[in-house]
């Protein structure tokens, strides 16, 4: 997507000023640039923490930082506990539509009894501190419910996106050495169920640690329940284990400020996905920080962000930061576009919908449909627009703006990371706005752009985005695996952290993202390795060898496309074209899909055997393919 060099500027309006609960950006900058733990730990003032920290950042073992060491807390207390104390506890939490148009909603005190009920039922099945619980389910309240309710006995649960298929959930519960499964029967998704218990019976016959299945039921097609393993989410919910404690303090695991929260898996350049592992206090204080400031979130908002649970944009702004907030979140189930493409305006409406937070590829996908479908809305309520996932071009976000926002909502391009966890470059409201810019970083934050040799490139060059100091919420290692976590991150700009991303910084000091430099793909604003599509490739009898590549794709951002060599015997066809995109889509799931695929003799390699894919995408696109001396003949 190409950054406009002379973009235009949008100032903030003299109400989106006065509403600001940060008025001066750069005021803010330069306190925490003076004293870093000063800064954050006045943020965390805002929090309940059982016992004090003795010191706001550990730094003596870069690039393992630890924040806010020795204290305890809980963020599921923060999230639900500390509300209920208050006027709070009838205010909703959450409010959910299911894609064929049920409303479930939830106050602080219902959806704390749900939490407390299924922390129960977890511990009564044996599940305790630091055990770790993969949840493989749909868009339904029962998945922050899960997620909490794990925060609140200390295990660490491990998401794994509804739209990945077999292998992709098998490798997820293999290596996360998951001893319990919480799932749906299926998801609706377009109209149609996905069969998520039969995805987890399929993986599970490939993996042997499981002991137990918790099934909620939504979609009421007959599954498979397997007796001894495989339990209703309802039968056990109604037992009287489970409803046996009320929610106090001391059925909540008093946890390290550092203990683990989560792991989430994501995709970088091997084939095996990475666990990015967050903790309880530092993600806790940074993600909630960044939402207020950002969004400027408001008590009497209504805050939606249409992102999946099973993403960090979910975990972060879905489930954890509304509710350290104490704000109200909808949540809604299925696809945009269910029936009609009006459904996500017709929610923002129906339910008064404040902020509003989501992707360029949803953006531009629902532009395709014109502007009658938002305008049969009343979308006047919104006050605040975002934007995540890659960059957004400024056409999306010049309509965003003007028909969804009437001009009068402040876009928020916020930049960041699964492993940053939080917010890392991104406006706050009472500052100038760049289409296609997520302009500066959050206070506290320092980011560059570097050469290959570490040194800060000109105004408006092309380098590498690094960031040159921690954050609270940042990724703590790889789960099991704390040398790629130095290597991938650490390693090419010694005690700096490596994006992944390109980017350019302004006259301004805006920055403007380009993309990824490394074997990933953002499909939709999904995050793919182009190993993971290979590797589900290479696993078809008929495949020998494949590489896959993103090229721009007008609605995706980027589409994957793949180059397969065939095993003798097999023939190139149509129909096998056909039968490996199915393959890689039951393997990995329907994100991974290939756009293409073409059936070639030969992949461009390097001496050493690497596949050189910036060879194959300079072709395709028919571009000049670069340096080509270390080509294989
Ligand atoms: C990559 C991280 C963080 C939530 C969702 C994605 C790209 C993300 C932006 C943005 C330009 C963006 C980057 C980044 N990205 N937000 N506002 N502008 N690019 O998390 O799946 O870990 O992907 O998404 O390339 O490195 P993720």
């Known amino acids: 997507m190409p950054n406009d060099p002379q973009p235009e500027i949008y100032p903030p309006s003299p109400e989106v000023i006065a509403a600001a609960c940060v008025k001066d950006r750069d005021e803010q900058a330069v306190r925490a640039s003076r004293d870093l733990e000063a800064f954050w730990a006045e943020r965390a003032q805002e929090f309940e923490w059982f016992k004090p920290w003795d010191k706001v950042l550990d730094d003596s073992n870069k690039p393992f930082f630890k924040w806010f060491v020795g204290a305890r807390t809980n963020i599921a207390y923060n999230c639900l506990d500390r509300h209920i104390k208050t006027w709070r506890r009838n205010k909703l939490a959450l409010i959910w539509e299911g894609e064929k148009g049920e409303l479930r909603t939830f106050s602080y005190h219902a959806l704390n009894r749900e939490v407390c009920r299924f922390a129960n039922v977890l511990r009564s099945m044996g599940v305790k501190k630091g055990d770790r619980v993969t949840i493989y389910m749909g868009r339904v309240p029962e998945l922050p419910i899960a997620m909490l309710a794990c925060a609140k006995v200390g295990a660490v649960h491990s998401v794994v996106y509804g739209g990945f298929s077999v292998e992709a959930l098998h490798g997820r ?84 400020a550092e203990d683990p929260l989560f792991m989430l898996y994501t995709s970088g350049t091997t084939g095996k996905p990475k666990a990015i592992l967050h903790t309880h206090g530092g993600y806790m204080v940074g993600v909630a920080t960044t939402l207020q400031w950002a969004f400027d979130l408001k008590e009497e908002d209504r805050w939606w962000c249409t992102a999946d649970p099973g993403w960090i944009t979910g975990h972060s702004y879905i489930v954890y930061g509304p509710l350290l907030l104490g704000a109200t979140s909808f949540m809604y189930e299925g696809a945009p576009t269910f029936p009609y493409p009006n459904r996500w305006w017709s929610m923002v409406e129906k339910y008064g919908i404040t902020v509003f937070y989501t992707a360029p590829t949803a953006i531009r996908g629902l532009m395709r449909f014109g502007e009658a479908w938002p305008n049969r809305h009343d979308l006047s309520g919104l006050r605040m627009l975002g934007s995540v996932g890659e960059p957004i071009n400024p056409e999306a976000w010049r309509w965003y703006h003007r028909v969804i926002g009437k001009g009068k909502c402040p876009i928020i391009d916020t930049w960041w990371q699964t492993e940053t966890g939080m917010f890392m470059i991104t406006p706050l409201p009472s500052m100038p706005l760049k289409p296609g810019s997520a302009s500066k970083p959050f206070p506290g934050v320092e980011a560059d752009v570097y050469d290959e040799s570490g040194t800060p490139v000109a105004v408006g060059e092309e ?77 078809h009898p008929a495949v020998a060898e494949a590489a896959a590549i993103g090229l721009p794709h007008e609605i995706k951002g980027h589409a994957i496309h793949t180059y397969v060599i065939l095993k003798a015997g097999h023939e190139p066809s149509e129909a096998l074209a056909e039968e490996l995109k199915i393959h890689v889509g039951h393997e990995t799931g329907p994100i991974a899909k290939p756009e293409k695929i073409t059936f070639v003799k030969q992949l461009p390699k390097t ?19 670069g340096d080509l001396t270390t080509l294989e003949e």
């Open 173 to 256: 519960i293999e290596d996360s050495q998951s001893n319990i499964v919480i799932t749906c029967d299926g998801s609706w998704m377009n109209g149609k169920i996905v069969e998520l218990k039969n995805i987890v019976d399929e993986a599970l016959k490939r993996c042997a640690t499981v002991e137990h299945v918790i099934v909620v039921k939504r979609t009421g097609q007959p599954v498979q329940m397997e007796s001894g393993r495989d339990y209703w989410f309802d039968d056990l919910m109604g037992l009287p284990v489970a409803k046996s404690l009320p929610g106090t303090r001391s059925d909540t695991e008093v946890m390290d």
């Open 463 to 539: 380098g590498f985005l690094v960031l040159k100091n921690p954050w609270p919420a940042m990724m703590r290692t790889i789960y099991n695996d704390p040398d790629r976590y130095v290597k991938q991150y650490w390693t090419k700009y010694p005690g700096v952290y490596f994006t992944g991303d390109s980017a350019r910084k302004d006259a301004d000091g805006y920055f403007w993202v380009i993309g990824r430099v490394d074997d990933v793909i953002k499909v939709s604003g999904y995050r793919l390795g182009t190993a993971e599509v290979e590797s589900a490739l290479v696993s």
């Open 607 to 625: 001496r050493s055997g690497k596949i050189m894919r910036r060879v194959l995408k300079a072709r395709a696109q028919g571009l000049s393919e």
